[in-house]
């Protein structure tokens, strides 16, 4: 069968290939699940990976098959398995367990292992191919009415985790009452923390370099919320005048920015870092300052990767009730859907090229579920 995939370390090194086809019985006690791929998304990490900057390929392998956002349907089941059937659409984690104590415990997502295994990403072959072979403790149903979004359920359980975990968090305040949220970085993963915010009712404000005019900037606006362009507009600038952000998600790509993030946070509020940024890149900044800001204000920052099966399964209800309460505003997320896996180097031109060509949520039709 055909897969996508990078020699990991070597930039633009994306090719298609022939790999062969995954049993049902290549999974221990006759618990595996063949499921056939719909669709698959890109992101960042894709970029990152296309660089040569970020991933691994599995041992024994020179190859890493690509693709963690995933969605397909099962096309046959062991006969230990009995969480998913034929016909089912599933969406399936990223990472799986290390040796590690959380890892045991289906924790992976919280690993203290300094080796970590995504699938896609690091050590593990991913979802760009025709078919992927797993088990069902790593596959998450969604229902057929979710399905034109379903692939959506990867990166929403990002944000769903960084909102989860600022929650847990916070409960050290007895009550705890946010209303006002930033978000830093209008990509895939700010538009999504953005409307997940705006699901949790939080004045949103999203920071980011595109002009004031910008598409992104009206998709905001129809779930109202507030676009500024950080070149005009800065994140401080505005917390100045508005007021500091009870939470400011960090989500822009860009490691300065954690500097201004600390800036503009409120007194007992939360900065979430979520990018993954390889590139070495120094600053100075003003530690005094950031130092006493965060002791005399009781203030959080905090780091968040993955997400565990638990925080997909919340993404598939966050999906269901965004459906209701925004009808039709995710669709508008995926700008480019192309048809087969042949289209890869258009995907990767998209990907690479996101700002010129008005790209956001691009994804590649890997097959048709009839
Ligand atoms: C993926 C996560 C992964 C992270 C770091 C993100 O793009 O969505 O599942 O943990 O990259 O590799
Ligand atoms: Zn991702």
């Known amino acids: 069968m055909k897969a996508i995939a990078v020699k990991p370390g070597q930039k633009n090194s994306v090719h298609l290939r022939d790999v062969p086809k995954p049993k049902v019985s290549d999974i221990p006690n006759v618990r595996g699940v ?32 690509i693709g963690h956002e995933s969605f397909g349907i099962v096309e046959e089941v062991g006969p230990n398995v009995k969480e998913v059937k034929k016909g089912d659409f599933v969406v399936a984690t ?18 203290s292992d300094d080796v970590y295994y995504e699938r896609g990403i ?23 009415e979710f399905a034109e979004l379903g692939v959506m359920t990867e990166p929403v359980s990002i944000a769903t985790k960084a909102f989860e975990h600022t929650i847990d968090i916070q409960r050290r305040m007895g009550i705890w009452r946010p209303k006002r949220a930033a978000v830093i970085g209008a990509g895939p993963l700010g538009m999504l923390t953005a409307w997940k915010f705006r699901l949790e009712r939080l004045d949103t404000s999203v920071f980011s370099l595109e002009p004031p005019d ?5 998709l905001l ?14 994140i401080q600038k505005i917390a100045d005048k508005l007021g500091d952000f009870d939470i400011v998600m960090e989500a822009s ?16 509020g939360v900065v979430i870092l979520s990018s993954v940024t390889p590139k070495e890149m120094k600053v100075e900044v003003p530690v005094s300052q950031i ?6 204000g009781n203030k959080i920052m905090f780091g968040t990767v993955n997400a565990s099966y638990h925080h ?14 925004y009808t039709g505003w995710m669709e508008k997320l995926i700008t480019h859907t192309l048809n087969g896996l042949d289209q890869y180097e258009k995907a990767m031109y998209l990907l690479n090229n996101s700002g010129k060509e008005n790209a956001l949520k691009i994804v590649i039709k890997v097959a048709d579920h009839k």
């Open 253 to 268: 790509g860009y490691a300065p920015n954690v500097v201004d993030a600390c800036h503009a946070v409120s007194k007992n």
């Open 221 to 234: 606006g129809e779930i109202d919320a507030h676009y500024y362009c950080a070149t005009q507009d800065p």
């Open 122 to 144: 690091n050590l593990l072959h991913g979802f760009f191919t025709e078919y992927y072979v797993e088990a069902p403790d790593y596959l998450v149903v969604v229902p057929d």
């Open 214 to 218: 910008h598409f992104k900037a009206k």
């Open 312 to 325: 997909f399964s919340l993404s598939v209800k966050d999906i269901g009730y965004g459906m209701q309460l």
């Open 291 to 296: 130092n006493m800001d965060f002791v005399l």
């Open 94 to 111: 990223v990472r799986r367990p290390g040796k590690g104590f959380y890892d045991t415990l289906g924790m992976q997502d919280l690993t």
């Open 34 to 65: 063949l499921v056939k791929v719909l669709k698959v998304a890109l992101d960042g990490t894709d970029r990152d990976i296309d660089k040569g900057e970020y991933g691994n390929a599995p041992a024994g392998d020179d190859y890493l098959i």
